[in-house]
């Protein structure tokens, strides 16, 4: 498996346009989640979908904000209108949960780089 | 809410130096547990997990983390550190058979050659 892939790798924008991240989860996970770290907050959790449905969005920090899972094996992350403070890397990561312990671990993808200009 | 707490912010050690990252969170009932690596500008890792059994688990790269429940406590060691153990390390905490998967704010650890 190709693992948790993400599009673009970088993205630099100016203030005020639309951007949107890509997440590709690992094919069979039924949870993907979308996280944004910064040097000043760390790593948050935004949202996360299990079986495409969003479950907890509390994490997103304002209307700007808005993700989608249309199906099994893509989920976007869109911001608009985009702002300098919006900078950061973004991550998204997939799991697989089952009645059995021990597959609970979140699997990465490489990030996204967000520069808002 | 269940939280994770890390106790070091950034930690500083010389080559060879034993290593102990605290973990600790407030869930009361059962849970996995796990430890995250991110390397300079890398996403972040598995390095080890818990999930029933031997509360002294052993990692990758030498890492080991032990797991004590009374003191609801899961920290993570490792007995000689190396130059390339420079990162950022995440404890993070699910409730058993659950999604609330909570991590920590993270220990920068760096590691002087």
């Known amino acids: 498996d190709a693992g948790v892939i993400q599009s673009p790798r970088h993205e630099v924008t100016e203030m005020g346009q639309e951007v949107t991240l890509r997440c590709k989860p690992i094919?069979?996970?039924?949870?993907l989640f979308w996280y944004r770290q910064t040097m000043m907050r760390g790593l948050e959790l935004l949202i996360y979908?299990?079986?495409?449905?969003?479950?907890?969005d509390s994490g997103m920090p304002e209307d700007r904000f808005s993700a989608k899972m249309p199906n099994a094996s893509f989920s976007t992350l869109k911001i608009q209108p985009s702002e300098p403070r919006d900078s950061a890397v973004y991550f998204c990561?997939?799991?697989?949960?089952?009645?059995?312990?021990?597959?609970?671990?979140?699997?990465f993808g490489p990030g996204t780089r967000l520069t808002v200009l | 809410a269940q939280s994770v707490s890390q106790h070091n912010h950034h930690v500083i050690l010389s080559e060879a130096a034993s290593l102990e990252l605290g973990c600790n969170y407030s869930?009361?009932?059962?849970?996995?547990l796990f430890w995250y690596v991110q390397y300079p500008g890398q996403h972040l890792q598995l390095l080890l997990k818990?999930?029933?059994?031997?509360?002294l688990v052993k990692g990758i790269k030498g890492f080991e983390a032990e797991f004590i429940k009374s003191k609801f406590s899961f920290n993570l060691r490792k007995p000689s550190v190396q130059w390339s153990d420079t990162a950022e390390y995440f404890c993070?905490?699910?409730?058993?058979?659950?999604?609330?998967?909570?991590f920590g704010p993270g220990t920068r650890l760096s590691v002087l050659p």
């Open positions: 990561a997939s799991s697989s949960t089952r009645r059995v312990r021990g597959t609970n671990e979140q699997f």
């Open positions: 094919s069979g996970h039924d949870y």
């Open positions: 979908f299990n079986n495409n449905v969003p479950i907890d």
């Open positions: 869930y009361g009932g059962t849970v996995n």
């Open positions: 818990y999930f029933s059994g031997d509360p």
């Open positions: 993070a905490v699910e409730e058993n058979y659950g999604q609330n998967f909570v």
